[in-house]
């Protein structure tokens, strides 16, 4: 009795001493990167609204996308693309190790994209060069590759919520967005603790954040909660639709020999011939838009698809950003067109949408959840909550992020290997399914046929 509790005294010191430990540590990773977040969203600021006042401002992108694109292969080609993608390859490939010198390219190369019109996010860069800054700090003390993890993952989870504002949804993205269907438990309490930090530190320095709080109906609606599952269905297909042509204008481009300033320069011109004959309310991040939009109005219907492919020849061509704010532009933009074929409430489904396409895109329902109670309120979340889930169900094993790894099945009829990287993975079915699918097929024919005689 005497040796058990020495050991349950033992083992309540040891864990009350590693909870104190990342608390402390946790605190300072979200110090850091609130700061550093708060310096670059002041400048991304600053810069935006200096040259949004310039006439044809966008028509310098193509000059703007070569600058950017030979400043990242030339100084830190690991700070190519969007940066949350990037930080997930770290911890899954390179024990978080990430160098310094991302962070002044990062913030440089990303600052020039947006001010300049390139369709891209602001809260990827703040990731990376959080998780950047975290990686520097464990290296200075010397930390173990474990914790070195650890303390970039709080540098993610800290960049995502001193960016939007949302400390717990940022929190649960970090140690979400790594694994598809899976969450890393024993970084929740760190990973909290840097979302928040770095929240406050980023409001302290005068960033500012927006909240839409919906009014919802106080009783249960099973009329809008049916709706609700229909666009959980279509935002899922969106959500495919987004990482299906970033993938695709990617590969296309990178088929195409020729100089990678060349290419940023073609598509810097496609972007201005877009922006030019077309509009420019999908150029840079589109906040004005997406607040529009969730007050409810209208938008042209194929705005959700111009965003997409807009967001995925910025970054194809060599422009630096993040995907979650071209994500939010789309969610409400699809939510808006849903909401204006059935005729029910746009303010509503833009809302739904703006959150559902990140989770289906992200597979990070639970933090999509949570996102959609910070920024809407605790009456939209029965229906968000199943919006996200059915979206992330729709995806299937895809994601905007290739390095985030599978963990866990989504249905008993496809299979996937647990491990493996979503970027090497290939759709098969299980036999009953392929069975089935045979048979359907078979079916399909003979009814075709049949149609063709008469």
Excluded at 72 to 93: C, M, N, R, W, Y
Excluded at 97 to 106: A, F
Excluded at 171 to 176: D, L, M, N, R
Excluded at 276 to 302: H, K, P, V
């Amino acid at each position: 009795m005497r040796n058990r509790t020495i050991d349950t005294v033992t083992e309540e010191s040891v864990l009350m001493i590693s909870i104190f430990k990342w608390i402390i540590l946790a605190s300072i990773i979200g110090a850091l990167v609130g700061m550093s977040t708060s310096f670059f969203l002041t400048l991304l600021d600053f810069s935006t609204k200096s040259i949004s006042n310039i006439p044809y401002y966008y028509l310098c992108l193509p000059a703007i996308l070569a600058i950017t694109t030979f400043l990242t292969l030339k100084f830190a080609p690991d700070s190519a693309g969007h940066g949350t993608e990037k930080v997930i390859k770290s911890i899954h490939q390179h024990n978080g190790n990430m160098r310094l010198r991302i962070v002044p390219i990062k913030i440089i190369t990303t600052i020039l994209t947006i001010t300049f019109g390139g369709s891209v996010g602001k809260e990827g860069p703040s990731a990376q060069i959080g998780a950047a800054l975290a990686a520097a700090f464990s290296r200075l003390f010397k930390f173990n590759s474990q914790d070195r993890k650890m303390l970039v993952i709080c540098g993610l989870s800290a960049g995502f919520s001193a960016v939007f504002g949302t400390p717990i949804a940022g929190a649960i993205f970090g140690v979400e967005v790594l694994f598809m269907g899976n969450l890393m438990y024993s970084v929740l309490l760190p990973s909290f603790i840097a979302g928040i930090v770095g929240f406050q530190v980023a409001q302290t320095f005068g960033i500012e954040h927006h909240t839409y709080f919906m009014t919802m109906p106080q009783i249960f609606d099973l009329k809008l909660f049916l709706i609700t599952v229909g666009a959980g269905l279509f935002f899922g297909l969106v959500s495919v639709l987004f990482i299906e042509l970033n993938t695709y204008i990617e590969q296309v481009l990178k088929s195409i020999k020729c100089s990678p300033i060349l290419k940023a320069l073609g598509g810097g011109l496609f972007i201005v011939c877009v922006a030019i004959f077309i509009s420019t309310d999908y150029l840079g991040l589109g906040l004005a838009n997406i607040d529009l939009m969730l007050s409810g109005e209208s938008i042209i219907w194929y705005a959700f698809l111009l965003k997409i492919i807009l967001t995925a020849v910025t970054l194809a061509s060599g422009g630096s950003g993040g995907v979650i704010t071209p994500l939010f532009f789309v969610g409400s933009a699809a939510g808006i067109l849903f909401a204006d074929i059935l005729g029910v409430d746009k303010s509503i489904f833009a809302a739904l949408g703006l959150v559902s396409v990140l989770g289906g895109a992200a597979n990070t329902p639970l933090a999509a959840c949570v996102l959609s109670i910070e920024l809407f309120g605790s009456g939209i979340a029965p229906y968000a909550t199943v919006a996200c889930v059915v979206s992330f169900l729709m995806t299937g094993y895809r994601s905007i992020f290739p390095s985030q790894v599978l963990s866990s099945s989504k249905t008993q009829s496809i299979r996937f290997n647990q491990g493996q990287e979503i970027e090497h993975y290939k759709t098969q079915y299980n036999y009953k399914t392929r069975k089935i699918m045979a048979s359907g097929r078979h079916i399909a024919k003979k009814i075709i046929k049949h149609s063709t005689h008469k």
